[in-house]
């Protein structure tokens, strides 16, 4: 994963919005994804965004793609407790077909 | 949907022995499974590309006789961790992809492998 990159941990308070940041290096994904891994379990696909898209809102989610900067963010409104998870930026390489997936970050929710 | 099932979920097993964990896709055909292993800073490595029918593909620094993998039907994948050893211990989830095409990946659930 070291060509997407993210902060390996994020802090909130439950209620507050959190913002989990991705940088990638493909210019020519044709989307990105966003993963959730919730304790001793695999990964779901949460969203994902077309690369000719700036933004995506999916109910508390929204996603906004910066294709100058390779910037990748993903937004949680409202968060809750059982948003509590490591969230993967993922980037598929269609030359290699495969995904890089970045390290991962851990969003914790205090009270 | 697309599931993916894995088994077992965690095995526990001596070192020197060898332990073979399942993936299946369950309302699906997969073309291409993937095997990742997640270490306990929670990155996850690709291991290898399975392809139905033919030879996985490793990544680089994966030893293919350590991690046996066979893609027998377009539905089943499994991984062999042969001769394990405690540092084999580790989290290891497979994929599936639904069409040659398309790039979207659905995860099975992981299994937890402890080598005593």
């Known amino acids: 994963g070291e060509d997407v990159e993210q902060s390996l941990f994020l802090s909130v308070r439950e209620g507050d919005s959190s913002v989990i940041n991705c940088t990638y290096t493909?210019?020519?994904?044709?989307?990105l994804y966003w993963y959730k891994q919730e304790p001793g379990a695999g990964l779901q696909l949460l969203t994902y965004i077309f690369s000719n898209m700036d933004m995506k809102q999916d109910q508390r989610l929204t996603v906004l793609l910066n294709k100058k900067d390779k910037h990748l963010s993903l937004r949680i409104a409202d968060t809750q407790t059982g948003d509590s998870a490591i969230y993967f930026c993922?980037?598929?390489?269609?030359?290699?077909?495969?995904?890089?997936f970045g390290s991962g970050t851990r969003l914790s929710i205090r009270p | 949907g697309a599931v993916v099932s894995q088994h077992p979920s965690r095995v526990i097993c001596k070192s020197g022995t060898s332990v073979k964990i399942e993936c299946r896709s369950l309302?699906?055909?997969?073309?291409?499974m993937f095997w990742y292993r997640q270490f306990p800073k929670q990155s996850l490595m690709l291991m290898a590309t399975?392809?139905?029918?033919?030879?996985?593909?490793?990544e680089q620094g994966v030893e293919k006789d350590k991690f046996l993998i066979n893609h027998a039907s377009l539905t089943l994948s499994t991984l062999t961790v042969t001769s394990a050893h405690p540092e084999d211990s580790s989290f290891y989830i497979c994929s599936a992809r639904k069409g040659v095409s398309t790039d979207t990946q659905y995860f099975g659930p992981g299994t937890r492998l402890t080598v005593l």
């Open positions: 309302d699906f055909q997969a073309t291409t």
């Open positions: 399975s392809n139905e029918g033919s030879k996985a593909t490793y």
């Open positions: 993922a980037e598929p390489r269609s030359s290699a077909s495969k995904i890089i």
């Open positions: 493909d210019s020519s994904s044709t989307y």
